[in-house]
Nanobody
Framework: QLQASGGGLVQAGGSLRLSCAAS????????MGWFRQATGKEREIVAF????????YADSVIKGRFTISRDNPKNTVYLQMNSVKPEDTAVYYC???????????????????WGQGTQVTVSS
């Protein structure tokens, strides 16, 4: 089970930190990802992080503004969002992938477990 939190309303240029707590799975065995889905659009990858801290960012979307991290002893993954823009408005989902540790899962079907989503709204 994945429980996402930390969403809310923030002004453009501000910051927000999302958290996702995992339970019922061996956290270190999973690649953890953050996706987002804006109204009327498909769900898209934001970033993922491997058990050893290796990361991937969707550069076309994030451009260095977001940072993903994980705390394995706490079974938690984070997404630090800085310099947010109105176009970052979306429901953000955390997800867990059982793909091989060296894999690069970038699409939703590669993830086995999903959190409930947390709304992020950026006002201009």
């Amino acid at each position: 089970q994945l429980q996402a939190s930390g969403g809310g309303l923030v002004q453009a240029g501000g910051s927000l930190r999302l958290s996702c707590a995992a339970s019922g799975l061996t956290f270190g065995n999973y690649i953890m990802g953050w996706f987002r889905q804006a109204t009327g659009k498909e769900r898209e990858i934001v970033a993922f992080i491997r058990w050893n801290g290796g990361t991937y960012y969707a550069d076309s979307v994030i451009k260095g503004r977001f940072t993903i991290s994980r705390d394995n002893p706490k079974n938690t993954v984070y997404l630090q969002m800085n310099s947010v823009k109105p176009e970052d408005t979306a429901v953000y989902y955390c997800a867990a992938s059982s793909s091989r540790y060296y894999s690069s899962p970038k699409v939703p079907k590669e993830y086995n477990y999903w959190g409930q989503g947390t709304q992020v709204t950026v006002s201009s």
